[in-house]
C-alpha cells in the first residue's frame, strides 16, 4: 500500500499515495503535505494521486499532478444525502479538469453505515490512461 508515499511505475510515471486527512484523529500522527509528497519528482513525467477524500483540488493543481483519483464520497448513498456531498465537495462524483488537472472522485461499490445504496449508483472504474 501506498502510504504517503510515491513510487515510480515503470520507470514512466509517479504513483502517489497519501494517508487519509483523518488520520491524525485516529493515530495521532500527521500524514505528509502534498508539497512535501511532490518534492523532487521530474515534473516531465505524469504524476498520478490516489487520495482518499477530495479536498483542495485547487492545490492539487498548483502542484503539476496530472491525474488525482479519489472516494470517500459514496455520492451520499442514500438520497438526500448527496446534497450534503454536493455542497461539502467540490467534486462528488465523477470527472472534472481543473487547469491541467484531471479529476476522478468515484463513488465507489460498496457501503458505509447501512448497507444499502438509494439515489446514486454502485461502481467500479477502469480508466484508460495515455500521456503524450
Known sequence: MLRDTVEMIGE???LIGREDRDKQRFTGKSRKS????VSGLDPSYPIILLDHQPFHLNQTTRLGIDLSISGHTHHG???PFTYITNAIYEISQGYKKIGNTHFYVSCGYGTWGPPVRLGN???IVVLNITFN
Open 12 to 14: 514512466c510515471i509517479y
Open 34 to 37: 502534498l508539497s512535501e509528497l
Open 77 to 79: 448513498q442514500l438520497w
Open 121 to 123: 449508483r454502485p461502481e
